[in-house]
């Protein structure tokens, strides 16, 4: 019978099939290993405690409104820019809990 592939082509294709196949189970038992790892770990953290929700905007307002009062209150020196710049950072937190 005529082949048109010779036997040292069949067999490097052979070879290749199979370093592919290795290679794939390679991968297949490193995301098994990295899965079990994982498994591990998310079983020794504990959720205590959730957080509270906050009913409104006008809530969350006040309490941002609180904090920076707390600070001018407790003689924390920031400058103007660091003022803008925490507030920014503390709206956005409240945006984002509030998508939740």
Do not use: P
């Amino acid at each position: 019978m005529l082949s048109c592939f010779s036997r040292k082509e069949l067999e490097a294709k052979d070879e290749e099939k199979r370093k592919i196949e290795e290679e794939n189970r390679l991968r297949e038992e490193a995301a098994q290993r990295e899965l079990e790892a994982y498994m591990k770990m998310k079983e020794t953290f504990v959720v205590e405690e959730e957080g509270c929700e906050v009913n409104n905007d006008e809530e969350e307002q006040n309490l941002l409104e609180k904090f920076v009062n707390h600070i001018k209150v407790s003689n924390w020196t920031f400058s103007y820019r660091c003022y803008l710049s925490l507030r920014i950072l503390l709206k956005s937190l409240l945006f984002h809990r509030r998508r939740r």
